[in-house]
């Protein structure tokens, strides 16, 4: 290199230099913390293909048991993302936590399944409620069935589908309350008769034992049942648009890729919520699955999610409604949309 390209050299280092210090300025790390369910494969999707990185934005991830056990995370700031079901939101706004969902990532998550001691009781033609009669009957005690925490959305759409679709008798069933992968062992073991399970759970416990059987999907639980949502505080909204635009545009187009080539979505799933030892092909199974129906537009969840408080209050989880005003930030979505993307 003689003198003159040197100093060419020189002045277009010296020139960038601004720019790259501008740009690794701008790069936010989040602290995230999200529940172990197929329903946040978009974020997952969104982060291993490196879209959220592209856009300045890394993640700090922890997993959590259920979205009520994030609440006092996001209480004492020390969470800025959360990837979890809707239900408890509400609640952490009316507390003075300000929290925002920006987006929906899935819906019709929560179905029921009947372990093999209550399954086959549903038989062709019974309807649900006379299945809980004839297992009590038979076994003098009612059927116990897992999900999680009084105020969480499986809670609240399993007691939906049981005391108001099927209408079965409350001394026909004992609801008892665990964590998510407390649920899928406790099926699995027999020490419950079945429970309410998202995916993978449904597809891992159908792998294992055939006699393991969906009884309820989706839309039969809760109509329009809303699910897992990506919701960010309002502190690193103020501070960060350009991340949280980031991350829901990425969130869009990660929809899109498990809807064209879930083979390609699946290991970044798989990576999050396997850690490396469930199949990949089951959870690319998994991710084509009734109960995993990918929906990244928060406008559509927003009346479902009134319902669903609106039940929770006939449940006593909640005291009374609460507004929903500045809870969802739909501009996200609606700007995503609009660039394409």
């Given amino acids: 290199m003689d003198r003159r390209q040197f100093l060419i050299a020189g ?10 210090g501008a740009a690794r300025a701008q790069a936010v790390t989040a602290r995230v913390g ?20 592209q856009g300045g934005l890394e993640s700090a991830v922890t997993v959590f048991e259920s979205g009520p056990n994030m609440i006092q995370a996001l209480a004492s700031g020390t969470l800025d993302i959360y990837v979890a079901g809707v239900a408890p939101l509400a609640v952490a706004r009316s507390r003075g936590i300000d929290v925002r969902v920006v987006a929906s990532t899935a819906i019709g998550e929560n179905v029921v399944v009947a372990a093999p001691s209550l399954s086959k009781f ?7 409620a006379a299945a809980f009669k004839a297992f009590k009957a038979a076994n003098g005690k009612p059927a116990r069935l897992a999900t999680q925490p009084a105020g969480s959305v499986p809670n609240t759409t399993l007691q939906y589908w049981l005391w108001e679709v099927a209408k079965v008798d409350k001394a026909d069933v004992e609801i008892v309350p665990m964590g998510i992968d407390a649920t899928q062992q406790a099926i699995l073991a027999g020490a419950v008769d079945g429970g309410s399970v998202r995916e993978p759970a449904l597809t891992i416990l159908q792998s294992r034992n055939s006699a393991i059987k969906l009884v309820a999907g989706g839309e039969e639980v809760f109509p329009g049942q809303p699910g897992t949502v990506v919701a960010v505080s309002g502190a690193f909204a103020t501070k960060n648009p350009d991340a949280v635009q980031n991350l829901v545009s990425s969130l869009v187009k990660a929809a899109a890729l498990i809807k064209a080539d879930p083979a390609k979505a699946a290991p970044h799933v798989g990576a999050a919520l396997g850690k490396g030892i469930v199949d990949p092909e089951l959870i690319r199974k998994a991710l084509g699955s009734p109960a995993s129906v990918f929906e990244i537009d928060p406008r559509k969840i927003i009346e479902p999610a009134r319902a669903m408080q609106a039940y929770q209050v006939k449940l006593g989880s909640l005291d009374k409604e609460l507004p929903f005003d500045g809870l969802f930030e739909t501009q996200y979505y609606e700007r995503a949309i609009k660039a394409g993307g």
């Fill in 11 to 20: 002045a277009t280092l010296a020139a960038a230099a601004p720019f790259a």
């Fill in 34 to 53: 999200y529940i172990p369910v197929v329903g946040t494969a978009p974020f997952f999707v969104a982060n291993g293909e490196g879209w959220l990185k």
């Fill in 122 to 128: 549903f038989t062709a033609g019974t309807a649900a």
